[in-house]
């Protein structure tokens, strides 16, 4: 069984970086940058709850935001 940590003993800089402003604020320069829009999915995952990709997913429940 892997070893897991319940979110409330992240780090404060772990939550930070972790946080859906800062996922937006990535993909907002990585957007101008590649002229190639990015999408913020919630993965779920309490470690990264919010990722950056640049193709849309086929859930579409899973898009929080479109960065263009």
């Keep these: 069984m892997p070893f ?3 979110p ?3 780090s404060p800089r772990r939550a930070e970086l972790a946080s859906f402003e800062h996922a937006y604020r990535l993909g907002t ?3 101008e940058q590649s002229h190639v829009d990015q999408f913020v ?6 470690f990264q709850p919010y990722r950056l990709v640049e193709h849309q997913i086929a859930n579409d429940d ?5 960065v263009a």
Excluded: E, F, K, N
């Design 4 to 6: 897991l940590r319940s």
């Design 8 to 10: 409330a003993r992240l």
């Design 29 to 31: 320069v990585v957007a």
């Design 41 to 46: 999915i919630a993965t779920g995952d309490p």
């Design 62 to 66: 899973a898009v929080i935001a479109c």
